[in-house]
């Protein structure tokens, strides 16, 4: 079974759901060195709404899915990750049509939601954002597409490759977002909307695996 | 941690309460919608003032909700800027007919919440504006970064775009003036520490019994530098040559000075920079005309202090004058 | 210890600098004698009431000089009361030939340099009449000690007997009122960190990450019971609980209600337990006439709030209504 | 030579400036526990006040010099021990006639200074108050007078007591000032009134001994 079900979709979510909670404080941490202090809870208390607004609505596809979490995260997560991961998400779930798309169709969903946060947050690969995991994510989602690979394998190597993207922000002087103002003290810290997306996309891997 | 809350989920919701119970008079608080609007209706015709931010910088902003000042404050969570359907709550209960101005302090998160709020109203047919805060000289302004970070200056432009709000002007001129106090408003800061977060529950950085954080933001993020604490004489100088470097003032100009505490400086401790700050701008020629001291764009309870300076005019310092009622701030009949 | 200070031993002078060139317009700082005056000179006929104490209340006492409230205040060093010569140059200063009333908080030092003050004033012929503030219901009453401390409830009388004397009454009746409103008002206090006095360069009593100072006066005194730290729901009943054992209230009474900070906590903190506090209220059936949240009495960086309320009626609070124009407090036209 | 020379309540009054500097911070500390941590940088601004108020006016006669010692407290110290020690030298001040009185008339006093701590404070012995030290001091001092010693040895004796009195506050209760808010919390600390009324006889005894 090689289709993005909903039921895929909705696994997807929750696993994202989990594993935010899980690492909530990691979040945090990483944000209150470079930034504020507050993206774990922000993530929580996105994805929390998320799961809720699923369990209310049982949405019967997989772009509504993914469209309703977008909407649920730009209404209760604020911040600059709200916009941007809300916005990320509608996209792509905007672009994604019909109940069993194929993987190459979550590709040009995931496409979608890479353009949406570029679009809105202006910030390229190298500013040591959540761009610096999402882009080689995408990248290595559709390299293992073309390679053949099927979906299980795909997601696994987008979440390998948005791991390595959110440790290369390390060195990185932030030059978007709240880190910015640090200047070069922002070097030697790891972007915590660059490790929150690297969970998001190790979440679909896990949830892709089952 | 030991701070006077419930949990660390609930602190902004919990506080809401408290605000509702504090000024029952005066203001309306809808708990739900996270909008704290003034209890009277809004004047048909007279431009709304809506703001709003990460919660935690109390006074601002629901602090200045009422005649003379804000329409409408919209308090996120905790340093965390608020969602675009507070906005629109805010929008809908206060929209007057004559548009409504958006005071956004300039962080990415408000920025891209507020414009969502924008496009949203829009589409519904109301006209809105908005003026991006950006006084803090301690960031670097850049089209590749942020930008400069907005505090202290904020007050300024709710007070004075209120003022003339409610003394009738249209959008484009409640706006133009709002950029005007902006651009020409500076400020910067420093802390002896840092504030606690209820989510994070430690101080967002630690510094050593002798250490001082210089070019502080007000989200605990950390500044641009460490350094040793000095006598307030020598802070002084450090505060004031940093505005002043990038706010070049002549005698000639009015000034609007705000020395402001970041939660936990205590008012003796600001009186007694105030004073030194205040004997080093006349050694340099330059005139206070107004002045405030005290705790309104506060960083929790972080220790410290900002001095943000306003090249005013006339004008300026008439609308500055002009009655205000609200919590946080009050003069004039 | 990090402070905006110079030196611990010029702190108070320094700050009073600060004080007169953050209030030119409308006081009169005598930084040599330690004395706070408003601008204006004293109106005669008028009863002037004059206060002071340690510093480190701030805005109390010398944040209340003004039209509506003190004619003076005597700025004591840090947590000191000040000395007979400040109150006798006070009074000399504002006497309008009406009387002066002494508003003091009840400790030793305070009551004694008052005193002093009082009986040199008398031989110069000046009527003074005294009023002792002791509201804090932590400490037990007792003619073989100290008696209650003064704390919250300070605000109230100097704000009521200041308005009395604004609409000219004689020194009898503005002294009546005063111990009036002191005789129905009652505080109690809790820290969650002491303070620190620039002196001691150390916190007056050091509490562990979970350990609250239950019961604490403004000068670092430690308090009558350490105990742990629980959710602000619990603490506001012990707030409540420990004033109304003292100070039984009716739903037919009106009340004026202080939650006060203690100088570093944050305003979201204290709005949160002002809301657990009011929602207690409620359910006791007693009645939030009037009500004020914010840094009023303040022990310098101490975390920490204290509640205080007055079982007041129409006068008192129509009194309490009347117009104040302070640095610290401001309302009506 | 056994009179109380003018000399001599100089050299007293500036030993007791010496004293206090040199354990303000203790005293400080001690008030700290149960006060309010001020009792050190009281009595040290009160005395650096008198030793100048001496040196301008050069007072001719020992009355004259304690009197104005005590005005200079009352003027400068504020709290409970400005006016407390203010109206107790200047009571002794006034009781001291002449230019060279005998130890006898130091007595008096002495006695009058207690005199007016207990009317001006109300506090009795017992009470955890510069009285539990002051009380035993006078005692001390009139009981060596009227065994034959000379004012030295009284002065000595006075300073022990006084010493010992300090001690004794340790385990009281406080009644009195600001320590009397803790109840029994108060109990185990030594009063700072005390400890520094006990410096102030021990200076005595020290200028006497020269
Ligand atoms: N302009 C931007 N473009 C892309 N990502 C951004 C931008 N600004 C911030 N971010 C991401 O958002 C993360 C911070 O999110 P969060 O802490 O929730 O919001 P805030 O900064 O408002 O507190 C950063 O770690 C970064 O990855
Ligand atoms: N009523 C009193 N009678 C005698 N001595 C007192 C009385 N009250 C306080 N004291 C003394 O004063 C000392 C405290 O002095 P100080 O700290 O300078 O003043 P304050 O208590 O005003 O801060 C106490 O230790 C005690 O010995
Ligand atoms: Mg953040
Ligand atoms: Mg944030
Ligand atoms: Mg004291
Ligand atoms: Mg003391």
Chains 1, 4 share one sequence.
Not at chain 2, 10 to 28: E, K
Request: charged share 20%.
């Amino acid at each position: 079974m090689d289709t993005v079900t909903t039921d895929l979709v909705l696994s997807w979510l929750r696993t994202v759901d989990e594993r935010v909670r899980e690492h909530a404080d990691e979040l945090t941490r990483l944000d209150s060195a470079i930034g504020d202090g507050d993206h774990g809870s922000n993530l929580h208390r996105g994805f929390v709404a998320v799961t809720a607004a699923l369990t209310r609505s049982s949405p019967s596809a997989p772009g509504e899915a993914l469209t309703l979490a977008g909407r649920t995260l730009i209404s209760t997560v604020g911040g600059a990750s709200g916009p941007l991961y809300g916005s990320a998400l509608r996209a792509a779930g905007k672009t994604l049509d019909g109940v069993e798309p194929m993987p190459g169709e979550l590709l040009q969903a995931l496409t979608a939601g890479l353009e949406a946060v570029r679009k809105l947050g202006g910030a390229v690969p190298g500013d040591k954002t959540m761009v610096d995991a999402f882009t080689p994510a995408v990248e290595a989602f559709a390299a293992a597409l073309r390679a053949g690979s099927g979906l299980p394998a795909a997601s696994a190597a987008a979440a390998d490759a948005a791991e390595k993207g959110a440790r290369s922000t390390i060195p990185l002087t932030a030059r978007k977002g709240r880190a910015s103002y640090l200047g070069e003290r922002s070097q030697g810290h790891e972007d915590p909307g660059a490790v929150s997306t690297a969970l998001v996309f190790r979440a679909l891997a896990d949830a892709a695996a089952d | 941690m030991k701070k006077f809350i419930n949990s660390p989920d609930t602190v902004v919701r919990d506080a809401l309460f408290g605000f509702a119970a504090a000024h029952p008079d005066r203001l309306c608080v809808d708990v739900e919608r996270g909008v704290i609007t003034r209890a009277e209706r809004p004047r048909a015709g007279k431009v709304a003032l809506v703001s709003g931010g990460g919660s935690g910088h109390e006074p601002l902003h629901g602090g200045f909700v009422g005649p003379g000042m804000l329409d409408a404050a919209c308090p996120g969570e905790v340093f965390t800027s608020p969602v675009p359907d507070q906005m629109l709550a805010a929008v809908a209960t206060v929209s007057g007919g004559a548009g409504v101005l958006f005071v956004v302090k300039n962080y990415t998160g408000d920025v891209m919440n507020f414009e969502m709020a924008a496009e949203l109203a829009a589409e519904d047919g109301i006209e809105i504006a908005t003026v991006l805060v950006d006084d803090d000289v301690a960031v670097r302004d850049s089209t590749f970064t942020a930008g400069r970070r907005g505090t202290g200056a904020t007050l300024f432009v709710e007070k004075i775009a209120g003022a003339l709000a409610e003394q009738g002007a249209d959008l484009a001129a409640v706006a133009d003036v709002a950029r005007l106090v902006n651009e020409r408003s500076r400020s910067f800061a420093i802390a002896l520490e840092a504030g606690t977060t209820p989510a994070a529950g430690r101080p967002g950085f630690d510094l050593a019994d002798d250490e001082i954080e210089v070019g502080v933001g007000i989200h605990g993020e950390p500044g641009r530098s460490r350094e040793t604490i000095r006598p307030a004489r020598d802070l002084a100088a450090r505060f004031v040559d940093s505005v002043l470097k990038d706010l070049p003032l002549s005698s000639a100009d009015p000034t609007i000075v705000l020395l402001n505490g970041m939660g936990a400086t205590p008012l003796l401790e600001l009186y007694l920079l105030f004073g030194e700050i205040a004997a080093l701008l006349e050694e340099r020629g330059v005139v206070i005309t107004r002045s405030l001291v005290g705790n309104y764009v506060t960083s929790l309870d972080m220790a410290g202090a900002s001095l943000t300076i306003c090249r005013a005019d006339e004008r300026l310092i008439e609308l500055w004058d002009a009655p205000v009622h609200t919590p946080g701030l009050t003069w004039g009949g």
